[in-house]
């Protein structure tokens, strides 16, 4: 498959990528850092309550169900996308060394979750994160296809988690409320759509050549199939939440999750060409699934009610 799109063999490709996104839950506990006295055991009453009043954290005797939502910002890691499992038909990068390496862009995201915090401690909650448009920018290393070989796409995915967390014990703020960190893990699933998936080659090697452009300045491209599909999702987590009312709660956290591997179809790949006479040839050829392993590091903020 490599020669029909290069139209000569390959060599080692790019070892491109984007580093490891470092998270520091410590960063997110910061906030509830303005100690007025001991760190708070998970069972004690906290300080400031007023004498026949309910104490602000009285939910802790009961099994009780909470509400929460909020913003998250998601910054997934640098990817490659390399040949899938073979079905087949031809490998479009047909090599270990060849690949499409980039990242989806980082964007905004609205969280919605029910939860129900037992009496012994531990919290499960059900997660949704709906539908939202990630764009994909990267660059393939097909040789003879110059330094340039811009990629783009569009990955559209929501998720539904079922996530265990457990409160740590916390500490006293000036106000006498508690601020807990706490920590969880999740598992569910994802689903996904890619779209408008293209290779270009804007500055080839031999601009007279194979990818040479069209008349009009047209950049020769190879457009892949969509992928539809959906993956096992687990999660990470490390958070705290401060109390600003009696059952309304600010809560802070930090996530890593893996969605597993994002794979286009396996079908058809359209190669567009432009001949020394400028005029236009596509070929189609069946290729095998590509696929993409996609993790993100999300740092979110939002409010739980306690009902």
């Known amino acids: 498959m490599s020669e029909i799109l290069s139209g000569r063999s390959r060599c080692p490709g790019l070892t491109a990528g984007y580093p490891l996104v470092t998270a520091l839950p410590a960063l997110v506990l910061a906030s509830s850092l303005v100690v007025h006295g001991e760190p708070a055991a998970a069972s004690d009453k906290p300080a400031g309550s007023a ?45 270990e060394g060849l690949f499409d390496a980039g990242a989806f862009d980082t964007g905004w995201q609205f969280r919605l979750a029910a939860g ?42 929501w998720q539904l988690v079922l996530a265990g967390l457990y409160d740590l014990p916390g500490w006293t703020l000036g106000s006498g409320r508690t601020a807990r960190p706490y920590l969880g893990v999740g598992a569910g699933v994802t689903r996904y759509r890619v779209t408008a998936y293209v290779q270009q080659f804007p500055d080839p090697d031999e601009p007279t050549g194979y990818l040479r452009r069209g008349p009009e300045g047209e950049i020769p491209f190879t457009a892949l199939p969509d992928g539809t599909g959906g993956t096992f999702t687990w999660t990470l987590t490390a958070g705290v939440a401060v109390p600003v009312r009696e059952s309304v709660h600010l809560d802070l956290s930090y996530r890593y999750t893996d969605m597993g591997k994002i794979e286009t179809d396996a079908a ?35 409010l739980r009610f306690d009902l």
Do not use: C, K
Request: proline share 7%.
């Open 51 to 95: 004498v026949g009043s309910p104490p602000i954290e009285s939910t802790a005797a009961r099994n009780a169900p909470y509400l929460s939502m909020g913003m998250a910002i998601v910054r997934p890691e640098g990817a490659r996308f390399v040949d899938g499992d073979d079905g087949g038909q031809a490998a479009l990068y047909g090599g």
């Open 268 to 302: 058809d790949v359209s190669i567009v060409r432009y001949r020394a006479d400028g005029t236009r040839r596509e070929i189609r050829v069946p290729i095998n699934a590509t696929a993409v392993d996609h993790r993100t590091h999300t740092l979110a903020m939002g």
């Open 116 to 157: 129900i915090r037992f009496r012994s401690g531990p919290r499960m909650q059900l997660e949704v994160a709906p539908p939202r448009a990630f764009d994909w920018r990267g660059n393939t290393n097909y040789r003879n296809g110059g330094e340039h070989q811009p990629s783009e796409a569009t990955l559209d995915s």
